[in-house]
């Protein structure tokens, strides 16, 4: 299979693989050779894919989606990060990933509540004409 995971920056990973592991809103799933045509909504979590001499990959991710067909995988998210170690990998997705969405979370029901003040003021002003 051929893997390309790009990133709204740059293509980061373009690859020939023999298996993928990847985390998905419903659980972990594995992607072979020969395995159907695939969709996927990705969560942040952890991508491993197995290249051609053997040797096992690991990626920390952001929220994404991955596309399978045919023999080739597009994976496409904001971030990812590659690292040597399993438990580093899996800490930056937990601190980076997991807390910026939180933050976005925030940010945005800070927004709503903006509106909504904005709309009532407008409302009031409104019906004192």
Do not use: W
Request: charged share 30%; with cysteine; net charge negative.
């Amino acid at each position: 299979m051929r893997l390309k995971l790009l990133l709204p920056t740059e293509v980061l990973v373009e690859a020939e693989v023999s298996k993928i592991n990847a985390e998905a809103q419903n659980g972990s799933f594995c992607l072979l050779p020969r395995h159907v045509d695939f969709v996927a909504a990705l969560v942040p979590g952890l991508l491993s894919y197995v290249v051609e001499n053997g040797d096992e990959v690991f990626l920390g991710l952001d929220e994404g989606a991955l596309v399978k067909v045919g023999d080739e995988v597009l994976v496409s998210t904001r971030n990812a990060v590659q690292g040597p170690d399993l438990g580093a990998l899996r800490d930056a997705v937990d601190s980076q990933f997991v807390e910026s969405h939180k933050r976005e979370r925030r940010a945005r029901s800070a927004v709503a509540r903006l509106e909504s003040t904005l709309v009532r003021r407008l409302l009031e002003i409104q019906e004192r004409r």
